[in-house]
């Protein structure tokens, strides 16, 4: 039986409304998540696709909702966007809020195997499956057959590898189901994390094996040069980003092209200027929106 969704708040938004959620989630531990749903008018009449959006370190589940400027395109396009949060809350894990890039705010999208984390950081659980189900049985217009995925830097990490995740066998979990997403966009993604601080730090904290064990499985470098199918992703990033050394994109495009992945599936753009905020994000988020809509609605 699934759990209750609580309401928190309501807002009409661009002739739809965008409505925030909590529940008791299993996936986390039996822990509260709270998640954003907008929904665009037309989903008042019919089931609507959805585009998933993964926000990065430090973040919650208001931060894309509040500050990406994605409604009115979605609007537009007739989308459903979720937020979810990015990792479990008060679990009280020791550690878990000694740093601002690791534990609270900070679950990496993985399943973690370590003891010390497994019983709650489990946010490739509960993205990929937890909040698709609750959100199904709650009766929510949404229809999950015609499912996108994109996000921002640890966010953009994780759409990148729920995505690619979902043309190779099941490994590391719970997690997407075959082809579960029709595509995939990152706004500055840690694109190689077993290489990255960022990503070094998270995967030899939440998993038993380290960074042996999410090479195969959290690394979107090492996954694209596995998938053979063609995809569909979009990925921008700012020249002027101070954090360029931990998100690595010319390793993912070169192992995107050694796989035989051109630039109609697998777009890298480089955007003169721009850092890593939301004011990079915003910018570009109308481009993101259509790119996706164009699978959505296919």
């Known amino acids: 039986m699934a759990p209750s969704l609580t309401q928190v708040s309501s807002n009409k ?39 998933v959006y993964l926000a990065g370190l430090t973040c919650t589940e208001d931060n894309g909702a509040q500050k990406g400027s994605f409604m009115k395109d979605a609007a537009q396009e007739g989308i459903a966007l979720v ?34 984390w497994s019983k709650h950081y489990n946010m490739r659980a509960h993205v990929a499956q937890e909040l698709p189900a609750v959100i199904e049985a709650a009766g929510i217009p949404i229809d999950w057959s015609r499912q996108s995925i994109f996000g921002h830097s640890m966010g953009g990490h994780g759409a990148l590898t729920l995505y690619l995740q979902s043309f190779l066998p099941p490994a590391a979990g ?43 499985v959290y690394d979107a470098t090492q996954l694209i040069s596995r998938v053979k199918e063609n995809v569909h992703i979009l990925i921008d990033y700012g020249t ?7 998100l690595n994109p010319d390793n993912f495009l070169k192992a995107a092209r050694e796989a035989g992945h051109d630039d109609v599936q697998v777009r890298v753009r480089s955007q003169e200027g721009y850092d890593h905020s939301y004011y990079f994000i915003s910018t570009f988020a109308s481009d993101h929106i259509h790119f996706h809509a164009n699978f959505l609605k296919a």
């Open 13 to 51: 938004h661009f002739e739809g409304t965008l409505t925030k959620y909590k529940f008791k989630s299993s996936a986390l531990g039996d822990l509260d998540a709270a998640f954003n749903v907008f929904l665009p008018a037309n989903a008042a009449s019919a089931k609507v696709p959805v585009l």
């Open 83 to 116: 937020f979810p949060d990015t990792s479990p809350r008060g679990a009280n894990v020791p550690g878990e809020d000694d740093s601002w890039d690791f534990g609270s705010g900070a679950g990496f999208y993985v399943n973690a195997t370590h003891p010390a």
């Open 174 to 216: 719970p997690g997407p189901n075959e082809r579960q997403y029709r595509s995939a966009s990152a706004f500055s993604p840690i694109c190689n994390p077993t290489i990255a601080p960022w990503g070094t730090k998270a995967f030899s904290g939440y998993l038993e094996g380290g960074i042996e064990e999410a090479r195969n």
């Open 240 to 246: 002027a980003d101070n954090f360029l050394f931990q």
